[in-house]
């Protein structure tokens, strides 16, 4: 599934730790990563209002040192590699650095928290999610992860029942059958958000049994997707209740999750791709590496 992995690479500690999940992805699919660096010598002129030549030099220095250093760790553990120094936008160069190029997979960093629950995605991450069509694994910061990179027991993908729901089957079959884990498919009935927040009453039990009823209809359907990847794939099957981002965090938490697919959602083109809101919510409170698989063409 995946041959080229693209690792954008910054020398933070949250680069460093998608390096650590890009790297250990590629020795399991026996993949080429593609590290790149972006210069942004707009950006620095106008923070220290240095001459555009010295700014140059200075950060392509450092923009190269940042790439042998993880060409280094590549090396080390013997994955084939390329390497990339560019000028430009950040979000901007890696978004057409994806699109121009046979990449399968795009592996990017968080940057920082805020709150107990909620982390910040870093702008520039936030932006290449709504620019690419490839595949992103959001990988957490080092000091967030509990997991080593790439060795995942539980894989966690959750399902509406939705066609673009289900195109992420193949991508979380895939890595429980690299990771001889487990694939745990959850569908959250929201009977607020069904209901109407102002039903007079509440709702039936009727009511009720007729959204689980579709929620075990999603995982079936989502099951035999995997199923058409890899039969073999451990399956866990459930359908819990309550408001869909918070159900699955408390999923992940609960069940020993090590990392999360899911689909992004809305329209997908250059200029922008709405993510659909769980999966914005999900990237925003689970400190696990997010794999987002982006809707079809």
Do not use: W
């Not at 950060?59 to 013997?78: K, M, N, W």
């Not at 007079?200 to 990847?229: C, K, M, P, Y």
């Not at 309550?242 to 609960?254: C, K, M, N, Q, S």
């Amino acid at each position: 599934m995946y041959d080229t992995i693209l690792i954008p690479c910054d020398g933070s500690e949250a680069s460093t730790a998608a390096l650590d999940h890009g790297l250990a992805i590629a020795d399991t699919h026996d993949a080429t990563v593609h590290l790149l660096h972006v210069v942004n010598v707009g950006t620095e002129i106008a923070a220290t209002g240095m001459a555009v030549g010295e700014v140059m030099d200075t950060l392509t220095d450092a923009g190269q040192e940042i790439l042998s250093e993880a060409a280094t760790r590549a090396e080390d553990a013997g994955i084939a590699y390329e390497q990339e120094l560019l000028e430009g936008i950040p979000y901007e160069a890696i978004g057409e650095y994806a699109t121009d190029r046979p990449i399968d997979l795009t592996v990017m960093g968080t940057t920082g928290r805020s709150g107990v629950t909620e982390r910040l995605l870093g702008s520039t991450t936030d932006r290449v999610l709504r620019r690419t069509d490839t595949p992103i694994l959001i990988a957490p910061d080092a000091d967030a992860a509990s997991t080593d990179s790439g060795s995942y027991a539980h894989v966690l993908a959750p399902t509406d029942g939705s066609n673009n729901a289900e195109r992420a089957a193949p991508y979380g079959a895939d890595i429980a059958q690299h990771a001889n884990a487990t694939l745990h498919i959850v569908s959250v009935v929201d009977v607020q958000a069904e209901g109407g927040v102002f039903s007079i009453g509440g709702v039936s039990e009727e009511f009720i049994d007729q959204l689980e009823e579709q929620g075990h209809e999603a995982v079936s359907h989502f099951a035999d997707r995997v199923s058409e990847t890899d039969a073999d794939v451990d399956l866990s099957k459930t359908v819990t209740q309550g408001t869909p981002h918070e159900a699955l965090r408390e999923y992940v938490a609960d069940n020993g999750i090590d990392i999360v697919v899911i689909a992004s959602q809305g329209t997908s083109n250059l200029a922008s791709q709405h993510l659909g809101s769980v999966a914005d919510q999900v990237l925003r409170t689970v400190d696990k590496p997010i794999l987002v698989v982006p809707p079809a063409d």
